[in-house]
């Protein structure tokens, strides 16, 4: 009798799916409020299935703060997932709760690397903040995209306050410094902070 996991069709659903919708472009999904994945499709850089495990990665991730009753804190933070890499980003009320979500995220399958910028805070969340924030994120997309020389959809970022963070593949130092250099221009941000890697840095080989 032959068996198929749930699992593994999915995968290959998924793999099909995004082949099919997806050239050389940069897929974003938005889960509720102030939380974000971005599974980035890289040209000529990652495969359809590289494409899809990030996606799984963070599907577990949600799944198991879920599980463990974290919900209100998953609301609060933002998952930037690239090839296995994740970036946390976000404020939460103590180190406690930081810690609990580091040592969660690290507890998932396939994840390699996580990349903690979460901060403390005791500022109440609200609408407006965040607003201001998606805004600014916003302007970095456009900024990236209209900028000569850049490849877009090689990166993903996000803002906590004044601060962006940004992930993804660059092609060389060069690129990588227009990205800098373009993020810093924009109004209301005073800080990037960059977990970029080239293209042919070693932890994309592991």
Same mark, same amino acid.
């Given at each position: 009798? +032959?068996? +198929? ?6 995968? *290959?659903?998924?793999? *099909? ?21 971005? /599974? ?29 009753? +974290? ?102 130092? /060069? ?16 800080? *990037? ?14």
């Amino acid at each position: 009798m +032959f068996v +198929f996991s749930v699992n593994r069709l999915a995968k *290959v659903l998924c793999v *099909v799916i995004i082949t099919l919708a997806i050239s050389s472009c940069a897929l974003t999904i938005a889960a509720g409020t102030g939380v974000t994945i971005a /599974v980035l499709a890289y040209k000529d850089k990652r495969s359809a299935g590289s494409i899809v495990d990030d996606n799984i990665i963070y599907s577990k991730i949600s799944a198991l703060f879920m599980q463990k009753g +974290f919900r209100n804190i998953f609301m609060k933070i933002r998952v930037l997932v690239v090839e296995g890499r994740v970036m946390l980003v976000g404020a939460l009320k103590n180190e406690e709760q930081i810690k609990n979500v580091t040592k969660t995220v690290w507890s998932v399958d396939g994840v390699k690397e996580v990349i903690n910028e979460l901060i403390t805070t005791d500022v109440v969340e609200n609408s407006q903040k965040r607003a201001a924030e998606l805004y600014k994120v916003s302007k970095i997309k456009s900024i990236l995209l209209l900028s000569r020389g850049i490849s877009s959809s090689n990166y993903a970022a996000d803002v906590e306050g004044e601060t962006a963070y940004i992930i993804g593949i660059s092609e060389n130092k /060069v690129e990588l410094q227009k990205v800098l250099d373009a993020i810093s221009n924009i109004s209301g941000i005073s800080k *990037v902070i960059s977990h970029v890697v080239m293209k042919d840095d070693h932890r994309r080989l592991t």
